[in-house]
């Protein structure tokens, strides 16, 4: 027998590789059979203990479903540590698996960073037991430059759990904010304009003038209706769970107080520090948000080192034009970009560093500084960063505009805008244009049940006005969340299935509840031809309804009575729980 391993993209020719999502040959055994996979040590903390955590995952290869009556117990036997939190199995139906975090904490005498080899083992009543060996790093040691260590990173729990945040796009770029509708991001305008074939480039000088250079922008970007408060309740409203901030976009205008670089909104345009605005209104109004930060590695057109291949200039004329506020002459990455990171974490502790695309960089040294900084402060901090740094190392991959087809079991996090097709603000485009809040919640739902997180992102005018259909979205989104949360926070996905069909979508509660999210208005009944995990005894409501629902299971499929009440308490998407007798 012989696979020929297909090639998966033009950008791989010559390559051939196969992506596998899932290969399951069930059952493995008649009666209890439960198997151990992928057992290793993680830099994370549990709660509430602050126990150093352990990852496993949990198969159940048998015929029979594992309850809580079972006592189903998965713990971790290393010299020089204890377990001081065993990870419980409540419920896992035949052919299911599931992750567990299992507490350990070093004893007196050993080092954090020390390697100890060890078994992972689960034990239960009527279960054989089965376990699973190898090398742990107990607590964790500083972490060096190196690519090697910083793998040991991953995303916090926090950030996994939070499932929905809000990106926000304000710089200079918002002061011209105009893109054809759906074409091109608005953002991109300084870039947009060097190209004659590029709509920007006749708007703008037709506009402004040919004259009028992109940095003549930034004494109009004033940001004086800003209201830092306003914007962190409407994203806590929203029930966003973290928010993200472009600190310095691709045109090199930094909103804080850099000091390496006059190109800023406190030396220049709002004589602000609009990132420090906002995480202190963050932190002190809605403390319950997570902050972030978005930062452009490159800049198109710094002298120094321009992405786009030259210094600024006359798009019309090509004459030099200066690039405000900066004096050339540094070195790009060790005088200026990396400093200008390290102020960021030094001087605003962001929980995510959002890098963009790459590029020239010293981010091994950075990026350990910043996990460093975080772990070692008096009460430590779990931060994260994304896959755009310009290294191989990555907590979390990052789809823009688009999602994964199926489940990911890597950490990822999809963003777009509530723009057809923009992040930063454009003012061509009608609010008719604008994402409906059926299809914020539709993308969230589908997102979250593939293992992502969702980065709804809004752009601010110039003035730091949110626009009304942007704050009408969120709250709209926000509304919904209030009622169906529990099926999207702190939920993991299904290990058998993301979706079925196009209108059904899956999220699981662990050891709590089954979540089945119907994207479409339900019928009298509605069929789900999947083996849910529903056993007599559990209880099936519908969210923003609660009374009991009959139910039954028919040739393999669940079919739930929905009364005409329940149908009518739903909007946007309605989610049908199974509440586990545990």
């Not at 126990?51 to 029979?64: I, L, R, Y």
Request: overall charge negative.
């Amino acid at each position: 027998m012989a696979i020929t391993l297909p090639v998966t993209s033009p950008a791989e020719a010559g390559k051939a590789s196969l992506h596998v999502f899932a290969l399951t040959l069930q059952p493995a055994a008649q009666g209890r059979a439960l198997l151990l996979r992928s057992a290793h040590s993680t830099p994370s903390l549990l709660e509430p203990s602050g126990a150093q955590s352990v990852e496993a995952t949990v198969v159940n290869a048998g015929t029979v479903a594992v309850l809580a009556a079972d006592g189903v117990s998965v713990a971790v036997d290393v010299p020089g540590a204890r377990t001081v939190q065993p990870a419980r199995i409540r419920r896992l139906d035949p052919g299911e698996q599931a992750r567990v975090r299992i507490g350990i904490r070093n004893r007196t005498g050993t080092a954090p960073g020390t390697r100890r080899d060890g078994t992972v083992t689960v034990t239960g009543r009527g279960t054989e037991a089965a376990d699973l060996s190898g090398t742990f790093t107990l607590g964790t040691a500083d972490y060096a430059p190196t690519e090697d260590s910083l793998s040991a990173h991953q995303a916090p729990y926090w950030f996994q759990g939070a499932k929905f945040g809000v990106f926000i796009h304000w710089g200079v770029y918002s002061v011209p904010a105009w893109s054809p509708v759906g074409a091109q991001y608005a953002e991109w305008y300084w870039d947009s304009m060097q190209d004659p074939s590029n709509a920007v480039y006749a708007y703008h000088r037709d506009t402004y003038g040919a004259d009028f250079a992109y940095d003549d922008f930034i004494p109009r970007f004033t940001a004086e209706r800003f209201d830092p408060r306003a914007w962190v309740e409407l994203f806590r409203d929203a029930g966003a769970q973290y928010h993200v901030l472009t600190s310095k976009h691709h045109e090199g205008f930094a909103l804080w107080d850099t000091q390496v670089s006059d190109r800023n909104a406190v030396r220049m345009g709002p004589k602000r520090d609009l990132v420090r605005e906002l995480f202190e209104a963050s932190r002190r109004y809605a403390p319950e948000l997570h902050r972030g930060l978005y930062f452009s590695m490159p800049e198109w057109f710094n002298p120094d080192n321009p992405w786009m291949g030259h210094a600024p200039r006359n798009p019309y004329t090509l004459a030099p034009v200066p690039y405000t506020g900066y004096t050339a002459g540094k070195d790009y990455v060790h005088d200026y970009q990396a400093p200008q990171m390290l102020e960021l974490i030094h001087g605003y502790d962001p929980e995510i560093i959002w890098c963009d695309i790459g590029g020239a960089n010293d981010s091994l040294h950075v990026l350990a500084e910043y996990f460093n900084h975080a772990k070692n402060r008096a009460r430590p901090t779990d931060v994260t960063v994304n896959d755009r740094s310009g290294i191989a190392f990555h907590d979390f991959t990052t789809p823009e505009y688009t999602t994964y087809a199926n489940t990911v079991v890597a950490k990822w996090e999809a963003s777009r805008g509530l723009d057809p097709h923009s992040y930063g603000y454009n003012r061509a485009t009608p609010d008719d244009a604008y994402m409906t809040a059926e299809e914020v919640v539709h993308s969230l739902v589908d997102i979250v049940s593939k293992n992502g997180n969702f980065l709804l992102d809004i752009g601010p005018r110039a003035d730091g006005t949110i626009p009304e259909i942007m704050q009408t979205r969120l709250r709209e989104t926000g509304q919904w969340l209030k009622v169906n949360g529990e099926a999207i926070y702190d939920t993991t996905y299904w290990s058998r299935m993301a979706q079925l069909g196009e209108d059904l979508r899956f999220t699981v509660r662990p050891d709590e509840a089954f979540y089945i999210h119907s994207l479409t208005r339900p019928g009298p009944k509605l069929i789900v031809d999947a083996p849910v995990p529903v056993r007599p005894g559990d209880k099936v409501t519908m969210l923003g309804h609660d009374r009991p629902l009959t139910w039954t299971v028919s040739g393999g499929s669940l079919v739930v009575d929905v009364p005409r009440a329940a149908r009518d308490a739903g909007r946007y998407a309605w989610v049908f729980k199974v509440h586990w007798q545990v």
